[in-house]
């Protein structure tokens, strides 16, 4: 079975440092990763997906993400955070399941806070 | 419009009431889901629909019953629901066919039960 694991509940930088969002998942083959944003009582973004393509991945608002399969970790990066980048974070990992179609497992989103 | 729409955007009710929740896609996709999200907990899975067909209900309560009329609209019937129901309610839309297709959220409907 699938799962996802973002290792921090809450993360906080300063305006113009570096963002840094963990997430590790679990699959037994090559999973379909996905990175959402959720500002406050608003649906859910999505800000970049790993099709396999390529390992390093960029997304929309600076950030981008890798895929590393020897740590199973899809961390996602931003190189300077901005205020408006405060928001909850979720890692998304899918699976395709025959007779039931896209199944979709979902991190415990990780708030980042972002200080002027 | 494009996307995903929900109305109503918010509505409280009474714990007698009934209401329903209503969510469209303009995406021609094909599979259509309701989540609840609650004040600090993660995100629930409630209801699953293929080709509009319910292809998974998450142990939800029997006072929530969706309704997939055709693969554009999803509805959730709300009736004689508890103050710990309240939660902002996403819908989703995704095409089936590959993991790699992605979920389009809608805006939600932030429901509050007096």
């Known amino acids: 079975a699938q799962s996802v694991t973002q290792l921090d509940s809450h993360v906080s930088v300063s305006e113009g440092t570096p963002v840094l969002l963990r997430c590790n998942y679990s699959?037994?083959?090559?999973?379909?990763l996905f990175w959402y944003v959720q500002h406050p009582n608003k649906g859910l973004q999505l800000l970049l997906k790993?099709?396999?393509?390529?390992?390093l991945v960029k997304g929309i608002n600076g950030f981008e993400a890798e895929f590393k399969k020897s740590e199973t970790s899809f961390h996602l990066t931003k190189p300077s955070a901005h205020m408006s980048d405060a928001a909850e974070y979720f890692c998304?990992?899918?699976?395709?399941?025959?007779?039931?179609?896209?199944?979709?497992?979902f991190g415990t989103g990780t708030s980042l806070t972002v200080i002027p | 419009e494009t996307g995903v729409t929900q109305t109503p955007r918010h509505l409280v009710m009474g714990m007698t009431n009934k209401k329903s929740l209503k969510c469209e896609q303009h995406?021609?996709?094909?599979?259509m889901y309701w989540y609840k999200q609650s004040a600090k907990k993660p995100l629930e899975l409630m209801f699953v629909?293929?080709?509009?067909?319910?292809?998974e209900n998450n142990s939800v309560p029997s006072r929530f019953s969706p309704e997939c009329p055709n693969s554009s609209h999803l509805f959730l019937h709300l009736h004689t629901l508890q103050p710990e129901d309240s939660a902002l309610y996403l819908c989703?839309?995704?095409?089936?066919?590959?993991?790699?297709?992605?979920?389009?959220f809608g805006p939600g409907t932030r429901l509050t039960v007096l």
């Open positions: 699959s037994s083959y090559s999973p379909s």
């Open positions: 989703a839309s995704s095409q089936v066919g590959s993991a790699y297709n992605e979920q389009f």
């Open positions: 995406l021609g996709h094909n599979a």
């Open positions: 629909y293929n080709f509009k067909e319910q292809t």
């Open positions: 998304v990992v899918s699976d395709l399941v025959a007779n039931t179609g896209n199944q979709f497992y």
């Open positions: 790993y099709t396999s393509a390529a390992t």
